[in-house]
């Protein structure tokens, strides 16, 4: 036998060129990313609250109101509601996070003639890298005006630009992806509509539940401190909504800090009662408020979400971390539709028969019998 010869790879000049095009396109489609993140950040909370936003939209629909007033009423109403807790909370929450902030100092103090904690404090230095922090953050707050005057008018123009893109997409979202669907086939059409039907409903779902039950949480530290007579009751309340929308760490780190925060400022009887609190409602919430609000919304694995959490917070910090499980519920759903198709099509891997093939082997002790026409 002769030698098998050589195979010789010839690639050609033209696809070299092409490969070397996609990678400097994805290079600067990264670099550009990179540097316009914060409109990213705009657009994908944009999206997220319009999707939380939409089913209030299709209620006034289906009551016979055209969507472009209920988009109205919607927002007007968001808008009194929000104007009216800013004008009524903000000023007192305001006094009592400056307050808490200034005491904050004297709270670490307390924390090391714990004897456990001094213990670990005199290992790890923790207590005194805390205090630092915390004094360090203090003299910022209260440092220079430019700095504080620059970081308000962004926080405004960024309220401004997401609210009005949310007010764009809740009014033009449709007739723009009807408009991208006219580049599809008409075979793929309404593949396309059921799939962005069920990522509305699940993603738009789990928004709107998830604000729903952080607003409960929210309220039910509120009250709780307010009758202990904690006296930043407010800021950590509001601090507990923020850190309720996020997925299992951030109700344990907010109740953490208000179980702390409440020990520390008003004594042990106090920090117990509010520890018992805590624990009763995660329990209350856990077993009949997420799964009576996030019946039909995103299930995840825990391992994902914390990869995800992980990943949004690296990129965008605390806004990263509230958006990366709408957007990773999102991708879930298209992934989910992939795993459908490709199972209709070849049969599920775990015992399921294969498309046209026979549920039982053909018997070979019976002699075959010629087809009759």
Known sequence: MRPAEPVELRIRARTIWMVALNVLGLVAAVTVLRRVSFVVT???VALVLALALDPAVSWLERKKVRRGFGVVLVAVGLLAFLGGVGATVAPMALDQGRALAEKAPELV???QRNEGLAALDARFDILERAKSEVGSGAKL????LFA?????AYGVTGTVTVFVLTIFMLL???PLVGSALEWVSPD???RLLELG?????SVGGYVAGSLIIASIGGVVSGVTLLVLGVPYFLPLALLMIVLGIIPYIGPLLGGALIVGTTFLSSGVRSGVIALVVFVAYQQLENEILQPLVQRKTIRMNPLIIALVMLAGTAYAGIVGALLALPVAGAVQV?????LERRKARYGDANGDEQPGASAEPPDRSRPMRPATT
């Open 334 to 338: 298209v992934l989910q539709d992939v």
């Open 42 to 44: 705009w657009v994908l």
């Open 141 to 144: 707050a209260a440092g220079s």
């Open 197 to 201: 039907r069920r990522t509305r409903k």
């Open 109 to 111: 103090d307390k924390l």
């Open 148 to 152: 504080v005057v620059g970081s308000v």
């Open 188 to 190: 793929r059409r309404p």
């Open 172 to 174: 033009y979202g449709r």
